[in-house]
């Protein structure tokens, strides 16, 4: 691909979240999450919380950078967000998370321990199916989510539009949530819901990767 243009990560992908949800009438404001962690943005103002994460996950620097965080950065749910989602969610809060590695992340790596297992399953309902979970990137919308898609599609490509999802993960739900969406070349769980004393949409792909703007805001209108 040297001669070829590819889409990394370009750090704008609040505005593609923001403009399904404007779509749908629903004005929006953005923050980093370290902006939450540190208490500079309090969850509790807020009914719908969507949180990013694209192909974020732990990365262990080398030698020269292990200063930082004993060398572990970009882990997804650190112990200062679920600690603030925690508090967001006993208040009753909404929460959409999507990305790649959701369940990696907090199953696999070798920095995840009891307690994170413990907020994926008893907090945002999941637990995880595999890695590497889809080829063909086309996910099976079931009845029980409020959209009119039978289908979307997220990108698995290279091209200069949208990052490549290389690797997504199925997540399966808990005893109290339900499966929402099947990967289409496997059926595995794609992503779950649950809604009782709080509301969560956990998804083992990243929305921003899901292929046509039309698409993206029927989605969110689920969502």
């Known amino acids: 691909y040297e001669t070829k243009v590819i889409a990394g990560n370009t750090f704008d992908f609040v505005y593609t979240h923001g403009k399904a949800l404007r779509d749908n009438g629903i004005s929006f404001v953005s923050t980093s999450n ?3 962690e540190n208490g500079k943005v309090d969850l509790n103002k807020y009914k719908f919380v969507d949180l990013i ?3 974020q996950k732990e990365t262990v620097y080398q030698k020269e950078y292990e200063r930082k965080k004993n ?3 970009f882990r997804t749910f650190t112990k200062e967000l679920q600690a603030k989602l925690n508090n967001y969610l006993a208040n009753g809060g909404n929460l959409f998370v999507s990305g790649s590695y959701l369940g990696t992340d907090m199953f696999r790596v070798k ?3 009891s307690l994170d297992m413990k907020f994926a399953k008893d907090k945002l309902k999941y637990i995880i199916a595999t890695g590497w979970a889809s080829k063909n990137g086309v996910v099976e919308i079931n009845n029980n989510f409020n959209c ?3 289908t979307v599609k997220f990108n698995t490509e ?3 539009k ?3 999802v290389e690797a997504p993960d199925a997540i399966n739900p808990t005893k109290e949530s339900k499966t929402l969406f099947r990967y289409n070349d496997n059926q595995f769980s794609a992503g779950i819901g649950y809604k009782n004393e709080y509301g969560v949409i956990s998804m083992g792909f990243p929305f921003e990767t899901i292929l046509g703007e039309k698409d993206r805001a029927e989605f969110m209108k689920g969502v």
């Open 111 to 113: 920095s995840a321990d």
């Open 34 to 36: 370290e902006s939450v």
């Open 148 to 150: 009119n898609l039978k």
């Open 162 to 164: 949208i990052y490549q």
């Open 53 to 55: 994460f694209g192909e």
């Open 71 to 73: 060398g572990v950065m």
């Open 158 to 160: 290279l091209n200069d």
